[in-house]
């Protein structure tokens, strides 16, 4: 199961975390990866190249994570809850497959 964990602190998003296959089907043909994958590059890239903001992002084996700092940003919060909405749409269609999680932070 891949697990997507996204950090909110006083009630922002402040990053994400997402780890591990999904089990769907076979490494390379399994469409929850391929989509959560794309997804997650979307918003990242999103973040940091068009946007331009300032964050720390990994991605080290199957995890991927994106953190930033700047409180009280409407367009970055936009940008976390779209990721949010589209991966809790995919674990809505794929029970089993991915959780999609809060942590405080």
Do not use: W
């Amino acid at each position: 199961m891949s697990i997507a964990e996204f950090y909110r602190k006083n009630g922002e998003l402040t990053g994400f975390k997402v780890k591990g296959h999904s089990g769907y089907s076979e490494q390379g043909s399994d469409i929850v990866c391929a989509s959560v994958s794309s997804a997650v590059m979307l918003t990242a890239n999103l973040i940091t190249e068009i946007f331009g903001y300032k964050a720390d992002v990994s991605a080290v084996d199957d995890t991927v994570a994106l953190k930033t700092d700047i409180p009280g940003d409407e367009v970055l919060q936009k940008l976390y809850q779209g990721l949010v909405l589209q991966l809790q749409e995919i674990a809505g269609e794929f029970k089993g497959n991915l959780k999609v999680q809060f942590t405080e932070v």
